[in-house]
């Protein structure tokens, strides 16, 4: 972190890791947001941006502002496997399982692993 103390995947991925390692995960995540905010002045537009922010909140429980950020990349883009990967957890996060799967369908018909996918702790 001290490399790149400012870069919003880094707490995010900590944020992952301490959330599936049962450890205290919500500052990572709540650092990984205001970072995460902060680029979208730049480009409000990044779905990687977008889609790591529909993350963040929905591991934190907040619905509304994950939802939010889903609505704005349905709007721009939803061609990209990590960004798919990342609102199919998001949706899996929010318990919204009809949503979750058609995404997972996307990621598989991108090419992406169905075995991963059916390894993947974010979709048990």
Known sequence: LEFAAAD???WGNLGEAKLFARQEY???FEQAI???EGATSINPN???VLSGLAKYY????NESESRKNL???LTVAEDDVYTAYDV???YARLQDTAERDAWL???VAMGYSKSLINRDANFK
Do not use: F
């Not at 929905?58 to 429980?61: P, R, V």
């Open 46 to 48: 990044d779905t990687e």
């Open 88 to 90: 199919a957890v998001s």
């Open 105 to 107: 369908d996307k990621l």
């Open 71 to 73: 609505d704005k990349i």
């Open 34 to 36: 205001e970072l995460a």
């Open 58 to 61: 929905a591991a934190l429980g």
């Open 8 to 10: 919003h995947e880094l």
């Open 26 to 28: 919500k500052e990572a």
